[in-house]
């Protein structure tokens, strides 16, 4: 049995995080999303909050499992007795990041693949960041994310209200 793990700060979850982790529940016998703890970034939702959102919008695929972690990838792969790691590709930036990425994680785990599914075109611009600007300026991301995620950021910035732009900290590439 191939176990996989699909890791990621998912801060939120949207359609393209859904695209690929249903994907990769196809290709391996069992897929494990694993909601990163304590990134380097700042977040939107604690990590309870994205374990529920992700859970909610992967029911009903029974090889999916959603679980947190907050060490090396590599060492939760291990643990899990896992031997591929999922990463999902948008554009060239992606890429280029992904490609560091897998080699370092190479470097330290030779014994664990990492594989990369591209996303489907109809995701290709959606990023977390997206969403999160998109709702912090009023915009409808009803399209973007499952209908849980919509309500749940819909939520989270009436309850933040003038200190959503303090909590979350968005940055351009475009600068």
């Not at 859904?18 to 016998?29: G, H, L, P, S, Y």
């Not at 990590?47 to 060490?71: F, H, Q």
Request: hydrophobic share 40%; aromatic share 6%.
């Amino acid at each position: 049995m191939t176990i996989a793990v699909y890791p990621g700060t998912f801060d939120p979850t949207h359609y393209g995080h859904v695209d690929i982790a249903t994907r990769a529940a196809i290709v391996f016998d069992h897929l494990i999303v694993a909601v990163y703890d304590r990134p380097l970034k700042n977040i939107l939702f604690s990590t309870e909050e994205r374990l529920a959102l992700m859970r909610e919008a992967l029911k009903g695929i029974p090889n999916i499992e959603v679980d947190s972690y907050g060490s090396l990838t590599v060492d939760y792969v291990r643990r899990k007795g896992a031997t591929v790691i999922v990463r999902g590709l948008r554009v060239t930036y992606d890429f280029e990041l992904e490609y560091q990425m897998a080699l370092a994680n190479r470097k330290l785990a030779p014994d664990i693949e990492t594989v990369c599914l591209m996303t489907g075109l109809e995701h290709a611009f959606l990023s977390s960041s997206n969403v999160k600007e998109i709702v912090m300026h009023g915009g409808c991301v009803d399209e973007l994310v499952p209908p849980h995620v919509a309500v749940a950021l819909r939520k989270k910035t009436e309850t933040l209200g003038d200190d959503l732009n303090s909590k979350v900290r968005l940055i351009s590439l475009r600068d």
